[in-house]
C-alpha cells in the first residue's frame, strides 16, 4: 500500500461513512429499528480513513503533515478574504439574478452571534474532519499524478459520490435536491477550495474556512433550498466562478503542495 496511498483511503473513506449511513438507510426501509449517527461517518469514519491511510502509507511523518496542515496559519490574508467571502459574494448574485426570475432568497431569521456561532462549528468540523481528508491528505497526493486543476476536478467528482447515501435518507440536505446540481455544485467547490488551498501553501484551515463558510452562506441564504430556479442559478454562478480560476490552478507545477512521501515534513514558509 505503500505506493498506492490513495487507494486505500478512498476505499475506507468510502466503506466507513457509507456503513454508517447504510443504517439510516435500513432504517427508513423498516428493515431495522436503530441507526448509528450520522454524525459518526463525519467525526468517526473519515478520520479514521484519514489517519489510518497516512500512518500505514507514510508513517509518521504523513500524519504530522496533517497536523502541520491544521494549524498553518501564516498565509498571505488575500486568502483568508478569499476563502471568507468569495461564497457570499456568489451567494448575493445568484440571489440578485433570483429575484429577477421571481425567485428571491429568503434569509433566514437568525442573530449575527447565532450565525458566528454556526460558523465557528462548521469551520472546527471541517477541520478535523472532512478538510484533513479531502485536502489535507487527498488532493496532495492527486497532485503528484495530475496538476492541480485536474487533481481537484477528480477529486470533486469524488466528493459529490461520497456523498450519494444521503440523497437516500429523509430529512438530510441532500434529500431535498437534485444530485445532479449538488455534484456540479461540489465538483465547482471542489476547484475553487482547492485553488485557495494551493495558494495558501496547503493549509488545511483555509480550506476548512472555505467550507464552512459555504455551508452557513447556503444555509443562511437559502440560496439551493429557495426554488429551483435559484438552486441552479447558484450553481451556474459556482461553475463560472470555479471556470475563472482555472487557467490558474492548471498553470502550477502537479507538486504544488508537497507530500510527506517525497519532501521533509516542515510547514511551508513561504507567504503565498
Not at 429499528?33 to 468517526?44: C, D, K, N, T, Y
Not at 478569499?82 to 428571491?104: D, F, Y
Request: glycine share 6%; charged share 10%; net charge positive.
Amino acid at each position: 500500500m505503500k505506493r498506492h496511498p490513495l487507494v486505500l483511503f478512498f476505499v475506507l473513506a468510502f466503506l466507513l461513512p457509507w456503513l454508517v449511513w447504510a443504517t439510516s438507510i435500513a432504517e427508513a426501509a423498516h428493515v431495522i429499528g436503530w441507526h448509528v449517527p450520522q454524525s459518526l461517518a463525519f467525526w468517526l469514519g473519515l478520520t479514521i480513513a484519514t489517519y489510518v491511510s497516512a500512518a500505514v502509507t507514510g508513517g509518521r511523518r504523513a500524519v504530522l503533515d496533517l497536523l502541520l496542515r491544521m494549524i498553518l496559519v501564516r498565509v498571505n490574508w488575500r486568502w483568508y478574504l478569499a476563502a471568507l467571502l468569495v461564497t457570499p459574494v456568489l451567494a448575493v448574485i445568484a440571489g440578485g439574478v433570483g429575484s429577477l426570475i421571481g425567485e428571491p432568497p429568503a434569509l433566514a431569521d437568525a442573530s449575527a452571534v447565532s450565525v458566528l456561532l454556526l460558523l465557528l462549528f462548521n469551520v472546527w468540523m471541517w477541520l478535523i474532519t472532512e478538510e484533513t481528508a479531502w485536502r489535507g491528505f487527498a488532493l496532495p497526493r492527486l497532485q503528484r499524478r495530475f496538476n492541480p486543476l485536474t487533481a481537484s476536478l477528480v477529486l470533486g467528482v469524488l466528493w459529490a459520490a461520497w456523498h450519494i447515501p444521503l440523497f437516500l435518507i429523509p430529512g438530510t440536505f441532500q434529500s431535498a435536491i437534485p444530485f445532479a446540481g449538488f455534484a456540479i455544485s461540489t465538483i465547482a467547490t471542489s476547484v475553487l477550495i482547492g485553488w485557495v488551498f494551493n495558494q495558501a501553501c496547503g493549509s488545511v484551515l483555509l480550506a476548512a474556512i472555505f467550507h464552512g463558510v459555504t455551508d452557513v452562506t447556503i444555509a443562511v441564504c437559502g440560496v439551493m433550498s429557495d426554488g429551483l430556479g435559484l438552486f441552479w442559478t447558484f450553481v451556474v454562478v459556482q461553475v463560472l466562478a470555479a471556470a475563472s480560476v482555472s487557467p490558474t490552478l492548471a498553470r502550477m507545477p502537479r507538486a504544488a503542495v508537497s507530500t510527506p512521501e517525497f519532501h521533509p515534513v516542515r510547514a511551508p514558509s513561504r507567504l503565498a
